[in-house]
């Protein structure tokens, strides 16, 4: 199994979580800078025409990359812990609110976006931060009322065990330390993350944890 990855990617951030808590160690980890641009090289574009992280080389099958999509394969070839829910209206919910995180908000502040935004339409670094800041800050919110007001969120986000809602929660909740956001409005959010990150498997697999990661951000 070969796991393309980088440390700030928050995508990547999911998918790690799931490896830890199956007990998969990839046989190979390689690093796409972000920061440098490396997803646009020809050979990774080759791996991920998107030229996004993660993408996950498993076997001889053709490669997997959208990190929701690599959470179910890898829930579904090891199915132990579960990350869903066993109840069809349970997984829905489940995938409802980790779609929030992972379609609604992130999409909106990976450097291809920042990117666009100051090449062609000439947006400063503080509006850019601005403009990040309110994607993250209305997702979070979002989860707040749900997780809030919904009978079904017990320890986590869906009961009392894991999901994939949960391992997006925690990744916005470190894309909202990276941005600057307060969390003080989001009290049920960022219980469950702290919650979250007492699992090793969690604690393991944190951004600044990994290869090439600064001390702090």
Known sequence: MKFFSFWRSLAAYRVRIALNLKNITPSEIIIVDLMKGHQRDPKFRAVN??????????????????SL????????????PPLLPSDPRGRARARGLAQIVACDSHPLVVPRVREYLEKEFNIAEPERMKWCRHWIATALGALEEHLANEKETGRYCHGD????ADLCLVSQAAGAKFFQVDTGPYPTVMRIADECNKIEAFAKAHPLKQPGAPAST
């Open 49 to 66: 025409p998107m030229m996004a992280l993660p993408a996950l080389i498993d076997g001889d099958g053709p490669v997997l990359y959208e």
């Open 69 to 80: 999509a690599i959470l179910e394969y890898i829930d579904e070839t090891h199915p132990k």
């Open 161 to 164: 065990n894991v999901t994939i």
